[in-house]
């Protein structure tokens, strides 16, 4: 028979949800697959609950419920600081996944370059090479996740058509400060680059670090599309109510791709989502205020334990270290399904979103309930026993 695509050999399925799967089996607390226990607002179920009986429950415009569009551009331009057209600039996708999918086939051609740091979500580099693009990795440099500016500029001197950026990072938790989006918008502009931004932590922020958005820079309306979700913001990961937004020449080309990957998203889901776009200021106050705690809860817990790990400044993952309880030649995969058998936790090996030469990373998250975070320290407390 005729061979597959040779295109699946240079990646595997995610490991991230391969993680999920292996937690369910082995009943381990999911500290792997970034996703909370705890509920929505009740504003987004009750309203699920009454569109539910009355509907819509057909297939919506293609590029989002008008409705939905403008209360889209609405809440994203009131954090943005622009006017935001929701007929010519917004799309709402399948998740963010889709919505960087549909720009990334939208802005490049087959043998393009993508700059992405390392580490990077690994959703990204498969994408890229989805569409036969190669990607080029600057490194972040931990623990602060720095990057070199003559490391960056010499990627873009190799002719990239993009740069990919995650601001608040996943998985390092870098919230990337205005002086480096600067720098970053100077090279784009000088090497005539397109810049991606994934933002779905971007209400993930802890002080004093600050949410900046790329599109707000000067000059860079122009060249940058804005992919997000209401996944993280409202505790709706399983709606998979995603966007991009951009300047109508290209979002054009965005709506293209997606009519034809997914033709457009839930009715029901986007008609009671509504709910969320139009929560008062305070509750994205309430909502940060609510994961700071949680990282504290987390990381104070891990600093008892004697865990190393990397202090996250946005987004709601730890980068924690587990050299120490490794054994000899043992991979950080081989290590990760270990400990959710024995430890009863599931974490992400590192080597999923670094393309150094790393074994000795592991991603954890912490948006749980406290009672969650705090059986997981309890299991995690004596790991070194439990693994060795």
């Not at 943005?80 to 939208?106: K, L």
């Not at 480096?180 to 784009?188: K, N």
């Not at 946005?314 to 991979?331: D, E, M, R, S």
């Not at 024995?342 to 790393?358: I, L, Q, R, W």
Request: net charge negative; glycine share 6%; with cysteine.
């Amino acid at each position: 028979m005729q061979e597959f695509s040779r295109k699946c050999e240079q990646f595997t399925d995610s490991v991230i949800r391969r993680m999920t799967r292996i937690a369910i089996g082995c009943g381990a607390i999911n500290l792997a697959q970034g996703f909370p226990d705890f509920d929505p607002p009740q504003a987004l179920t009750d309203r699920l609950a009454e569109i539910s009986r009355r509907g819509p429950h057909q297939y919506p415009i293609t590029m989002g419920a008008q409705n939905f569009r403008e209360a889209l551009a609405k809440k994203c331009g009131r954090f943005m600081g622009r006017q935001i057209d929701p007929n010519t600039e917004v799309v709402v996708t399948i998740g963010s996944t889709e919505a960087m999918a549909d720009t990334i086939f939208a802005l490049t051609n087959p043998g393009d370059r993508i700059i992405m740091f390392s580490p990077y979500f690994e959703n990204y580099r498969a994408q890229a090479i989805m569409a036969d693009c190669q990607p080029i990795f600057v490194p972040l440099v931990p623990p602060t996740f720095h990057f070199d500016a003559n490391v960056l500029e010499d990627a873009f001197r190799q002719g990239a058509k993009a740069i990919l950026i995650c601001n608040p990072s996943n998985p390092s938790g870098k919230v990337f400060t205005e002086a480096e989006l600067r720098l970053i918008a100077d090279l784009a502009i000088r090497y005539d680059a397109y810049v991606i931004t994934d933002e779905v932590y971007e209400h993930i922020v802890y002080a004093p670090h600050r949410h900046v958005y790329m599109n707000s820079l000067p000059g860079m309306w122009e060249r940058t599309v804005s992919c997000s979700s209401l996944s993280k913001t409202y505790s709706i990961t399983g709606w998979r109510l995603g966007y991009a937004i951009a300047p109508k020449r290209i979002m054009d080309r965005i709506k293209q791709f997606h009519d034809f990957n997914t033709v457009g998203a839930p009715s029901v889901l986007m008609e009671a989502a509504i709910a969320g776009l139009e929560m008062p200021d305070s509750y994205y106050e309430e909502f940060g205020a609510h994961y700071a705690h949680m990282k504290q809860l987390f990381t104070s817990g891990l600093t008892r334990i004697g865990i190393e790990y990397t202090d996250p400044q946005g987004a709601y993952f730890v980068l924690a270290n587990i050299g120490q309880y490794l054994k000899p030649g043992q991979t950080d995969v081989a290590f990760c399904e270990e400990m959710a058998e024995k430890v009863g936790v599931a974490c992400v090996p590192g080597t999923s979103f670094f393309m150094e030469d790393v074994n000795d990373i592991v991603r954890v998250h912490f948006a749980k309930k406290d009672e969650t975070l705090l059986e997981a320290l309890n299991r995690l407390s004596d790991i070194k026993k439990k693994m060795g």
